[in-house]
């Protein structure tokens, strides 16, 4: 957390597929990962981003996800892109957050409410918002329809490369 509050993280950016790294990511966790459905479409655009960096900001957020979803709840990961931008969404069906208290769920050693037991000392989703923000990316809290939470963590395409979209060759794209 220091290296990030004195702009010392140097991320390695690279091409990386989302594809291969939110598995990473949940094999890297410390909760089991057994309650997490995926939606990543392997014809994704590569994104702009540290490895490193990424694995652990999407680790930190799914766990916060699982802490506050309910049992039963499976915790969403899907990941879409726009214009510009490949998000991936960590969709749980807890509490949520209210709006005036959503930036602060992002300051280190904060937690809102009466956090589950075993919820750490409030620095995972500050972490997770430094390392996205490090590597060019955004992190923000929304709400979940229906009620819980959407942390929605968003990447620039790799520049330079065509597009394609989910079941379309490249060549239907050009």
Do not use: H
């Amino acid at each position: 957390m220091s290296r990030l509050q004195t702009d010392t993280v140097t991320p390695m950016v690279r091409e990386i597929d989302l594809d291969e790294v939110v598995p990473l990511a949940l094999e890297g966790m410390t909760a089991p990962a057994d309650n997490v459905v995926l939606d990543i479409p392997e014809a994704l655009p590569m994104v702009a981003a540290d490895k490193g960096l990424l694995e652990r900001a999407v680790a930190n957020v799914i766990e916060n996800a699982l802490k506050y979803s309910p049992d039963g709840k499976p915790v969403l990961v899907a990941a879409s892109t726009t214009a510009d931008q490949v998000q991936l969404r960590v969709v749980d069906r807890g509490p949520g957050v209210p709006d005036e208290a959503k930036d602060r769920i992002f300051e280190p050693f904060q937690r809102y409410g009466d956090a589950p037991r075993g919820a750490g000392v409030g620095l995972g989703l500050a972490v997770a918002r430094g390392f996205t923000e490090a590597m060019g990316g955004t992190l923000a809290a929304e709400d979940t329809p229906g009620g819980g939470l959407t942390m929605v963590l968003a990447l620039r395409l790799v520049p330079g490369r065509p597009q394609t979209s989910p079941g379309l060759p490249a060549a239907a794209t050009n």
